[in-house]
Structures are given as C-alpha cells and as structure tokens.
C-alpha cells in the first residue's frame, strides 16, 4: 500500500503563485511514477503533470505547460507541483496520484490517489 498526502492548496489571486506537495509513503513508493490531477465544480477529472520514478521524465497538460512545473525528491519521498502564472481557470481540486509505470499515471489509472487538496485562483 502507498499513502497519498497532498497539501499547499489555497486561495490566491490570478498571476499568484503555490506550490503543491504530495508526500507519499508506503513500500516502493520511491520508485513510484507521480502524478498531479485536478477536477473542477462540474468537471471530470483532468491530467495535469506526471513525472517518472528518476525524475528525468516528464510531461503536462497543454493548459498548464510553461507556467507548471512538477519534481521530485526521492529521499523525502515527496513530489512537487510548482504552479506560476494562476488563472482562474486553475481552480480545482488537485489530487496527487501513483503508480509504477508512468504510462499508467498518465492516462489517469493509477493505483493509488491521495485526498486532494483544493486551490481556489480569484480574478
């Protein structure tokens, strides 16, 4: 079992910042492939950012590429998803999920998510 624990949502401006976290534990969780979705009022849920289990891989949604950046560290077992640029358009409620193969993440089954954390961009 992997354990999922996001937190770094809130309320900001549009242009603001934050920065999510996802820290995970659990057996093999280090090696795990990461990845952020986010699900607004109304709205099924989106990919938004995944990242391999080394860190060298990467890949985002086009809504968020340029202005999003996830990373990881693999000694705190934490992933990251730095948000710049904040638009309105942003606010949802973003999950952070895992699985051992990013191809998995990616389309949105992983095996594990965690309890999402909300980020709430006003205009």
């Known amino acids: 079992q992997v354990q999922l624990v996001e937190s770094g949502g809130g309320l900001v401006q549009a242009g603001d910042s934050l920065r999510l976290s996802c820290a995970a534990s659990?057996?093999?969780?280090?090696?795990?492939?990461m990845g952020w979705f986010r699900q607004a009022p109304e709205k099924e849920r989106e990919f938004v950012a995944a990242?391999?289990?080394?860190?060298?891989?990467?890949y985002y949604a086009d809504s968020v590429k340029g202005r999003f950046t996830i990373s990881r560290d693999n000694a705190k077992n934490t992933v990251y998803l730095q948000m710049n640029s904040l638009k309105p358009e942003d606010t949802a409620d973003y999950y952070c999920?895992?699985?051992?193969?990013?191809?998995?993440?990616?389309?949105?089954?992983?095996?594990?998510w965690g309890q999402g954390t909300q980020v709430n961009v006003s205009s």
């Open positions: 990242i391999g289990g080394s860190g060298y891989s990467t």
């Open positions: 659990g057996r093999s969780s280090s090696y795990y492939a």
């Open positions: 999920a895992a699985g051992p193969l990013i191809w998995q993440v990616r389309s949105g089954s992983p095996d594990y």
